[in-house]
T-cell receptor, first 114, second 114 residues
Framework: AQTVTQSQPEMSVQEAETVTLSCTYD???????LFWYKQPPSRQMILVIRQEAYKQQNATENRFSVNFQKAAKSFSLKISDSQLGDAAMYFCACHTGANSKLTFGKGITLSVRP | GAGVSQSPSNKVTEKGKDVELRCDPI?????LYWYRQSLGQGLEFLIY??????PDKSGLPSDRFSAERTGGSVSTLTIQRTQQEDSAVYLC?????WGRGTQYFGPGTRLLVL
């Protein structure tokens, strides 16, 4: 079984600034996948970014990038040039290749100040 | 193309009644998942269907919960004799790639048991 920990319940960022959301995980599997999902008030869970554990290169999607530290089991999300539409709850999640059900962290509420 | 759809969007029921929640996955996705999101428990896995294989029911909280997937497509989650603690948002997700694919979520059904 895997565990995912998001220790910060809330964060705030000024519009156009950069913010980093932290996540740590634990799994005994070597084949696993890490995700960040965004959940706005509409409650639709939207994929932000995905990282395969076997890839050394950090994933990037436009303004979103991750810092994947495999040895430290850390998977943080960096949002650059923050926009008002980035305000939402963000969940870190993990699944292993052998058991593809997602394990989620408790989430972090991100607010963006205009 | 069309994403994952769920119905109803909201459901209010009385304690002791049965409810059915429906999920239409993305066309061609072989895997389908149900999760529950509640304030106290966060996001929890409920059940996983993969192709014609026997479903993984390990997350169902009690025998009042059941789910089926007909024709490898639409799924129905049934909660019998609802209790107030069943109040939550029920999320459905689907993926391709036999468990290694990214899970795409529907908008969820908010269930309120009075």
């Amino acid at each position: 079984a895997q565990t995912v920990t998001q220790s910060q319940p809330e964060m705030s960022v000024q519009e156009a600034e950069t913010v980093t959301l932290s996540c740590t995980y634990d799994t005994s599997e070597s084949d696993y996948y890490l995700f960040w999902y965004k959940q706005p008030p509409s409650r639709q869970m939207i994929l932000v970014i995905r990282q395969e554990a076997y890839k050394q290169q950090n994933a990037t999607e436009n303004r979103f990038s991750v810092n994947f530290q495999k040895a430290a089991k850390s998977f943080s999300l960096k949002i650059s040039d923050s926009q008002l539409g980035d305000a939402a709850m963000y969940f870190c999640a993990c699944h292993t290749g052998a058991n593809s059900k997602l394990t989620f962290g408790k989430g972090i509420t991100l607010s963006v100040r205009p | 193309g069309a994403g994952v759809s769920q119905s109803p969007s909201n459901k209010v029921t009385e304690k002791g009644k049965d409810v059915e929640l429906r999920c239409d996955p993305i066309s061609g996705h072989t895997a389908l998942y149900w999760y529950r999101q509640s304030l106290g428990q966060g996001l929890e896995f409920l059940i996983y269907f993969q192709g014609n294989s026997a479903p993984d029911k390990s997350g169902l909280p009690s025998d009042r919960f059941s789910a089926e997937r007909t024709g490898g497509s639409v799924s129905t989650l049934t909660i019998q004799r609802t209790q107030q603690e069943d109040s939550a948002v029920y999320l459905c997700a689907s993926s391709s790639g036999w468990g290694r694919g990214t899970q795409y979520f529907g908008p969820g059904t908010r269930l309120l048991v009075l």
